[in-house]
Each structure stands twice: as structure tokens, then as C-alpha cells.
């Protein structure tokens, strides 16, 4: 990712009830697979995350909570300088961070 001095805050819940805060440098078009990708290759490789084959909103493999919405983490776009808290969605069993059963 470029430097622009520009930056994203994820906030995302951990296995259990904790949660870690990651800033990642800002890059327009970038979406939220795209932020935990950043976190896990550069500030956390614990993180685990849903593969998203499709990468265009179609297969459903990415669907979380964004901001309190369940929502396709390849479909949401991202803003500088904004804070996103993810999240599991519903009741589902929760196996690792954002990997329900």
C-alpha cells in the first residue's frame, strides 16, 4: 500500500469478548478485506479472516458486522481517517476472530 500520510482504524474483535485496535495506512478503493489483509501481512499474522474467492460482493464468504451492519467485507469501501469496528455476525459459532461455523 502507498504512504499518504492518510490512515484507517480497525477495530476488531478478537476470539472471546477483547478487542484490538490496528491503524493501516489509507489507499482509495481499498475495502475491508483489503485493511485486514494490510493487519495481518504487516501488524498481526494471529489474525484469522474469511477468504473471500469472489472479491466482488457475489459468494458471501466475507458477510460480517461492520459498524453494528452486517455487511460483504469486500463490498465495503473504506474512508480516511474513520474508525471500523468488525465483528462476527449473529449467533454463530464463533471458531477464530471473524471464522464463525
Known amino acids: ?9 480497525i477495530k476488531l ?3 472471546g469478548q477483547t478487542y484490538d485496535e490496528f491503524e493501516v495506512p489509507f489507499e482509495e478503493g481499498m475495502n475491508i478485506l483489503s485493511a485486514l489483509q494490510y493487519i495481518y501481512e504487516n501488524l498481526d499474522r494471529t489474525i484469522a479472516y474469511p477468504v473471500c474467492l469472489c472479491r ?3 459468494c458471501g464468504a466475507c458477510i460480517m458486522q461492520v ?4 455487511q460483504l467485507g469486500c463490498a465495503v469501501r ?3 481517517d474513520k474508525l ?3 465483528e462476527t455476525i449473529g449467533n454463530k459459532e464463533v471458531i477464530k476472530d471473524l471464522i464463525t461455523k
Do not use: E, W
Not at 500500500?1 to 484507517?8: A, G
Not at 459498524?67 to 452486517?70: L, Q, V, Y
Open 1 to 9: 500500500m502507498k504512504s499518504n500520510n492518510k490512515n484507517v482504524n
Open 56 to 58: 466482488m460482493g457475489k
Open 67 to 70: 459498524n453494528g451492519k452486517s
Open 84 to 86: 471500523y469496528v468488525i
Open 78 to 80: 473504506l474512508a480516511a
Open 13 to 15: 474483535r478478537r476470539h
